[in-house]
């Protein structure tokens, strides 16, 4: 069964970077057929995908979120990672990675327990 556990710096200040890692255990990140993703839920609304990468290495991202968000792999740890530059309060969130089955919220999968990023001054 896969597991995953995600880390991160907690509290950012406005118009800076943060990366969050995700640490894979119970499958390979570069073997697995998974999509490797991750989703945000920001307070009192709903599930949003921000993008994903596979095993080869190729990567997706949602359009709305394309221009600030990167999605990389380190193979040797069997991690992967999230950087989101220029952030806003509106990218407060609890940050999720996941191991889906599709590139969607819905499409099954295992999924982390989540880490909590709040963007304020």
């Known amino acids: 069964q896969v597991q995953l556990q995600e880390s991160g710096p907690g509290l950012v200040k406005p118009s800076q970077t943060f990366s969050l890692t995700c640490t894979v255990s119970?499958?390979?990140?570069?073997?697995?057929?998974?999509?490797w993703s991750w989703i945000r839920q920001p307070p009192g609304k709903g599930l949003e995908w921000m993008g994903a990468i596979a095993s080869d290495g190729s990567t997706w991202y949602s359009p709305s979120l394309k221009s600030r968000t990167s999605i990389s792999r380190d193979t040797s740890n069997n991690q992967l990672s999230l950087r989101l530059t220029s952030v806003t309060p509106e990218d407060t969130a609890v940050y999720y990675c996941?191991?889906?089955?599709?590139?969607?919220?819905?499409?099954?999968?295992?999924w982390g327990q989540g880490t909590q990023v709040t963007v304020s001054s």
């Open positions: 119970g499958g390979s990140i570069t073997t697995s057929y998974y999509y």
């Open positions: 996941a191991a889906l089955e599709g590139l969607s919220t819905s499409a099954e999968g295992y």
